[in-house]
């Protein structure tokens, strides 16, 4: 990545290249179950599904920045650093719908659904002293990320066909609990 940086009559003042060498390696599974009940009635159901699915991720990125003056010379010591990020998420999700048809061509539907996430991000960053010579931990950039969320929904619909018409009504109530925690 090139920077170029401009002073206000726009003469370029300085210069920065920024070179990436990164590594990720992740892995994830998903089960799934469903069940499906046909009571008599044509048409009349009760469905069940769920799914969970998780996935880790471990990022190891080596960056490189240079600064240049306008003349192309270099500025300084680079900034040389190292962050590794290890990321872990897991997502369920439940759903119940009910199918129930009536006389004349009325029909009612009703269910839940559920979402959960969990995510657990893990961040290091450390940073190379030339006078040092050594890594240095970047305490104000290190940290770790907790996240929780709930999302709970029900509905309930009633429609009905009139000739080439039709009408549909319902509600839906939803709630969502959500909680973050950096430390």
Same mark, same amino acid.
């Given at each position: 990545?090139? $920077?170029?940086?401009? =002073?206000? /009559?726009?003469?370029?003042?300085? *210069?920065?290249?920024? @070179?990436?060498?990164? #590594?990720?390696?992740?892995?994830?599974?998903?089960?799934?179950?469903?069940?499906?009940?046909?009571?008599?009635? &044509?048409? !009349?159901?009760?469905?069940?599904?769920?799914? $969970?699915?998780?996935?880790?991720?471990?990022?190891?990125?080596?960056?490189?920045?240079?600064?240049?003056? +306008?003349?192309?010379?270099?500025?300084?010591? &680079?900034?040389?650093?190292?962050?590794?990020? +290890?990321?872990?998420?897991?997502?369920?999700? /439940?759903? #119940?719908?009910?199918? @129930? &048809?009536?006389?004349?061509?009325? *029909?009612?539907?009703? /269910?839940?659904?559920?979402? #959960?996430? !969990?995510? =657990?991000?893990?961040?290091?960053?450390?940073?190379?002293?030339?006078?040092?010579?050594?890594?240095?931990?970047?305490?104000?950039? #290190?940290?770790?990320?907790?996240?929780?969320?709930?999302?709970?929904?029900?509905?309930?619909?009633?429609?009905?066909?009139?000739?080439?018409?039709?009408?549909?009504?319902?509600? *839906?109530?939803?709630?969502?609990?959500?909680? /973050? *925690?950096?430390?």
């Amino acid at each position: 990545v090139n $920077y170029d940086f401009y =002073d206000q /009559g726009e003469e370029l003042e300085r *210069r920065s290249e920024r @070179l990436t060498d990164a #590594i990720e390696k992740s892995s994830e599974f998903n089960i799934n179950s469903g069940w499906q009940h046909k009571f008599l009635k &044509p048409e !009349h159901t009760l469905d069940v599904d769920l799914n $969970y699915a998780f996935e880790r991720e471990l990022d190891d990125d080596f960056f490189n920045e240079y600064a240049f003056n +306008k003349s192309g010379q270099q500025i300084g010591f &680079p900034l040389v650093q190292h962050n590794r990020t +290890k990321e872990l998420e897991g997502i369920f999700t /439940g759903m #119940i719908d009910y199918v @129930l &048809p009536l006389a004349n061509e009325a *029909r009612f539907e009703a /269910g839940w659904r559920t979402d #959960i996430t !969990h995510l =657990d991000n893990d961040f290091f960053s450390e940073t190379y002293s030339f006078i040092d010579e050594q890594y240095e931990d970047d305490d104000e950039l #290190i940290n770790r990320f907790f996240f929780t969320e709930q999302v709970h929904a029900i509905y309930a619909t009633y429609g009905r066909e009139f000739g080439k018409f039709s009408m549909q009504g319902g509600l *839906r109530g939803e709630q969502t609990f959500t909680k /973050g *925690r950096l430390s």
